[in-house]
């Protein structure tokens, strides 16, 4: 089944606050973040998964991962809708 833009548009909901993604984050991947912070990423969203939080950042285009026990993937294989 195709879909159209808008009926895509009608399923995202409404951007989530930063805050909610940090608070979903464990203690090991906000020292990993901070570490990356200082390299010019940011924090795009947290995925739960089965594992753990999966924590999902980004320097212009290169996307990096860090894992729920703070372990950075600078090549992830991670595809993201447009």
């Known amino acids: ?45 947290v995925r739960q998964m089965y594992s753990g939080p999966l924590a999902v950042v980004a320097q212009h285009a290169q996307l990096a991962t860090i894992s729920w026990q703070g372990d950075v993937d600078l090549q992830p294989d991670v595809k993201l809708r447009a």
């Open 1 to 45: 089944m195709v879909q159209t833009q808008e009926q895509y548009q009608e399923r995202r909901r409404t951007a989530i606050a930063c805050d909610t993604f940090w608070d979903a984050m464990t203690p090991e991947q906000k020292m990993a973040y901070y570490r990356l912070q200082g390299y010019g990423y940011r924090l795009l969203f």
